[in-house]
C-alpha cells in the first residue's frame, strides 16, 4: 500500500502491529514512497512523535537504498534531536547507509564516518554505545576511528552505568582487534 493512500500513523501501527506478534516487517519501498519518507524526516525534525515512526517505517524495510542518508545524517548533526532519537536514527544508518554500501560494493561516505566522529563525543552515554556499535558494523572502514576511540576515556562512575560498562567493552575490543596494526609514532622512529 502506497504511502500517500495511508497516513504515517496507519503505517506505523500496522509496523509495530506485525513486529509485537513476531514477524519480521520488510515492506518494500517504491521510489516515491522514498522520496514522501525522505520528506517526513526533514518536516518533522521538530515533532519528535512523528519523527520516531518515519523512522521506524524507514527501518523496517527490505529496501536498502543510501537515498536517506542524507537526511539521516542531517538529524544526527542536529544539535535539538533529543538523544533517543539519535539512537534510532543511527539503527538506520545502519541499515541504509553501511548495509546498502556494503551490498553495492561502495565504501561508507566521508559524510557519515565524520559524522560518526563527533558523535563519539555525544555527552549522552547510550549514544555513544550505539555510536560505537555502528562504528563496530563499518568493518575494515572503521579503523578511521582509531585515534578518536583511543582517547576515550568514561568517566570514573562507568562502572555503575551499563551503557559506559558496554562501551567500555566495544574500545577494548576495538583496541585488540586494531592492536598490532598501528605502531605509535614515537615506535617507528626506533627502527
Not at 563496530?136 to 559506559?164: A, M, S, T
Not at 567493552?169 to 598501528?182: K, P, Y
Amino acid at each position: 500500500m502506497a504511502f500517500e493512500a495511508m497516513n504515517i500513523d496507519e503505517r506505523y501501527e500496522s509496523v509495530i502491529s506485525r513486529l509485537k506478534k513476531g514477524s519480521r516487517v520488510l515492506d518494500k519501498l517504491s521510489p516515491t514512497e522514498i522520496t514522501f519518507l525522505k520528506n517526513a524526516l526533514i518536516q518533522n525534525k521538530k515533532n519528535p512523535s512523528i519523527l520516531v515512526k518515519v523512522i521506524c517505517l524507514i527501518e523496517n524495510t527490505r529496501t536498502l537504498t543510501t537515498e536517506f542518508e542524507p537526511e539521516l545524517i542531517a538529524l544526527l548533526k542536529e544539535p535539538t534531536v533529543d538523544g533517543n532519537i539519535k539512537i534510532y536514527l543511527l539503527n538506520a544508518c545502519r541499515k541504509h547507509s553501511i548495509d546498502a554500501r556494503i551490498k553495492s560494493g561502495e565504501r561508507l561516505s566521508a559524510d557519515f564516518l565524520m559524522c560518526l566522529k563527533d558523535l563519539l563525543l555525544h555527552p549522552s552515554p547510550e549514544v555513544l554505545e550505539w555510536t560505537l556499535r555502528v562504528i563496530d558494523e563499518c568493518g575494515p572502514q572503521g579503523v578511521f576511528f582509531y585515534k578518536e576511540i583511543k582517547k576515550i576515556r568514561p568517566k570514573f562512575l562507568w562502572i555503575f552505568n551499563k551503557h559506559l560498562r558496554a562501551s567500555v567493552q566495544l574500545i577494548d575490543m576495538f583496541h585488540r582487534r586494531w592492536a598490532g596494526g598501528f605502531k605509535e609514532e614515537s615506535n617507528k622512529t626506533d627502527s
